[in-house]
């Protein structure tokens, strides 16, 4: 297809994607190994091998890991149910939700649909303020906290989810053949189980797109949570937890790092697993 | 065949009215301002009841309507109290003198008034489009450079896009924090042992500024990347071949065929680095928090150098406890960004039409 690339811009090719590579995991690195050093060896020494050692190491994990402020586990935990039950919803809701608008050409499927890609431009920061009044008063007069408490959040995000999720999903009902849903009904097959038994299944490899694309964003939000749970409240993500753990213990790189680097690694592990649908996911999220 | 629709009926009838029941008491002991713990979940199941009495309702004329309404129901309604109502609430309050819990009077458009007085806020919108302008173009052209480099013929592309697109998944709080460490301790280091230069760029208002441009870089262009990636293969083989054979150098090949067959690409990409350069926070929050000091901007002395507007507006809300001017504030932020969209749809269309 393409001709042989001379040898010479093999080279200079080669070592620019290199360079840039060093460049964009320098700060990775820069982590990775000041995570083996207490303090002072970081100030001291923050680029060399210098002062490393595994002892370190446990010794940050553990200050980190039992710090009250941070609470590592319990942040995890909080931030893993927060998005795997978020995820799950939207992917139930929003595909239920795609497909009624998708096959009921009325004016009020018409109109849902429309207010949905047009909330998409909504900016987070203007909902932001009367939102927590909004839940705030929604939960004194259900009785049910929404503020600082797993529900609420979860609430808020299938609806901030709701938009982006019903535009992609909606998109790709369109492409199944109305004849499989005549045939399914034919046979005796229930309206309802039509989507659950037809369309659902079909529609796993954009449900993977949706859930990465909304898995990013809800897994590294700061704003919505920090807004919802408060700074100082029980319940934390891990985000929320970072910035916590950063306030108090301003300068202590050795701590700071080693939070961040717990942070950083659930995200890598499931990249490592998952590379091609993370990137694919992203790229047909923001092309579609 | 009878029975078994009377015995569907009646359970229907029976959810719907335990439902109701349920739904109405507990709003009942909510106006009597009974502190029962069971309110909530007594709503919460009545809603349900209700729901699960019409899908067992036996009509075969409604059925679709009321699975129609089901399927919509509970993301329409979870977008409503998070979204709708907040919204309207918002422009609403923007107009009062509401402090977060209540309000007490109507002020018109004080707020606004107030807010373009305010030096440090017309700073903020000077900062964020001039950070909007340099990202635009820097992070296209990086990962436009990228993207040429990910698919030419080099040994181990699957590594370097990997690696290029990692930090894209680290939450901006986190990248934040690891390149303040970076700038604060290992490059002061560096250019301390070099040049004899002992401040951190972070400490200077310029150069703090290229510091949060330079993150976002190193965070978004291997994102924006793979989009390019994605648009280049695209682009028929026989075309690029076609080409080499008329003997179309490589420069050529890449202006007069290369960018003009991914032009839609091109619009998607700079439309989604402006609206997310514009809404920029995380990292401007965790990596400077906005300080750095402007000798002189209007004649007044600023304390808030880096703060970028979505910033501006978090501060001024949550930090000074001004509700109303913050809201003020994210009202025109929704309608800059707002702008901006139409003028994507726009153009997105109009490329439609000529193709």
């Given amino acids: 297809m393409r001709t042989k690339m001379k040898t010479s811009s093999f080279v200079i090719l080669m070592a620019v994607g290199v360079v840039v590579a060093l460049y964009t995991l320098m700060p990775f690195f820069l982590v990775c190994i000041n995570v083996f050093k207490n303090a002072n060896g970081i100030v001291a020494n923050p680029v060399g091998v210098a002062g490393m050692s595994i002892g370190q190491l446990t010794a940050n994990i553990s200050n980190v890991v039992n710090n009250s402020n941070f609470n590592f586990w319990y942040a995890f935990g909080t931030s893993a149910l927060i998005t795997i039950i978020s995820l799950a919803l939207l992917a139930l809701f929003g595909g239920m939700a795609g497909w009624v608008i998708c096959r009921n050409k009325t004016k009020w499927s018409t109109a849902v649909y429309m207010t949905f890609v047009a909330s998409m431009i909504i900016p987070f920061q203007v909902v932001m303020l009367p939102l927590i009044s909004t839940f705030r008063d929604v939960g004194k007069f259900v009785g049910l906290s929404m503020l600082q408490s797993i529900p609420g959040i979860v609430f808020a995000y299938c609806g901030f989810g709701g938009a982006m999720t019903v535009f992609i999903l909606t998109g790709f009902v369109k492409t199944i053949p109305y004849a499989l849903e005549e045939a399914a009904s034919i046979d005796g097959c229930s309206y309802e189980g039509i989507y659950f038994h037809i369309i659902f299944p079909l529609l796993k490899p954009s449900i993977v797109t949706v859930t990465i694309l909304n898995g990013m964003w809800i897994w590294n939000d700061y704003l919505l949570p920090s807004l919802m749970l408060g700074q100082n409240g029980k319940v934390k993500t891990l985000p929320v937890a970072v910035q916590a753990f950063v306030g108090s213990y301003v300068k202590q790189w050795d701590l700071i790092l080693t939070a961040a680097l717990l942070a950083m690694i659930p995200m890598i592990i499931i990249f490592l697993i998952a590379q091609k649908q993370i990137m694919n996911g992203m790229v047909d999220g923001a092309v579609k | ?355």
Avoid at chain 2, 109 to 130: E, Q, R, V
Avoid at chain 2, 238 to 261: N, R
Wanted: a positive charge; aromatic letters at 12%.
């Fill in chain 2, 1 to 355: 065949m009878n029975a078994n629709t009377t015995g569907k009926k009646v359970m229907s009838l029976a959810l719907l009215v335990v439902g109701t029941v349920l739904m109405v008491g507990s709003l009942v002991m909510d106006f009597t301002g009974s502190g029962s713990p069971m309110r909530g979940p007594m709503l919460i199941i009545g809603a349900l009841g209700i729901l699960a009495g019409m899908y067992f309702f036996p009509t075969l004329a409604r059925h679709r309507g009321i699975i129609n309404f089901i399927f919509l129901f509970p993301l329409l309604f979870c977008f409503a109290v998070t979204v709708i109502i907040p919204l309207v609430l918002g422009i609403f309050y923007s107009m009062t003198d509401w402090n977060g819990v209540k309000m007490n009077a109507f002020i018109g458009l004080a707020n606004y008034m107030t807010m373009f007085k305010d030096p440090g806020f017309l700073w903020s919108i000077l900062l964020t489009f001039l950070f909007v302008v340099f990202n635009m173009v820097l992070v296209n052209v990086i990962g436009f450079s990228l993207a040429l480099l990910c698919t030419s013929r080099l040994k181990g592309i699957g590594f370097f896009r990997a690696a290029y697109f990692l930090p894209n998944l680290i939450g901006g709080i986190v990248l934040g924090y690891v390149w303040q460490f970076v700038f604060n301790n290992v490059l002061v280091k560096i250019t301390a042992t070099a040049f004899g230069m002992q401040n951190s760029i972070l400490a200077n208002t310029p150069t703090a500024f290229a510091a949060i441009i330079v993150v976002y870089i190193w965070q978004y262009a291997g994102y924006i990347m793979l989009i390019y990636i994605n648009g280049l293969v695209t682009i028929p083989g026989d075309v690029l071949e076609a080409a080499a054979i008329d003997g179309a150098s490589p420069t050529l090949t890449l202006f007069q065929i290369k960018i003009p067959m991914i032009m839609s690409t091109i619009t998607i990409c700079t439309f989604l680095t402006l609206t997310s350069a514009f809404k920029q926070f995380d990292v401007n929050m965790a990596l400077t928090n906005g300080s750095g000091s402007v000798a002189n901007f209007l004649g007044n002395y600023l304390t808030n150098g880096t703060q970028m507007l979505a910033l501006n507006i978090y501060n001024t809300a949550i930090s000074k406890n001004s509700y109303a001017l913050g809201q003020a504030k994210a009202v025109l932020f929704f309608i800059i960004l707002a702008c901006i969209s139409l003028i994507q749809v726009r153009i997105s269309n109009s490329k439609e039409v000529e193709l």
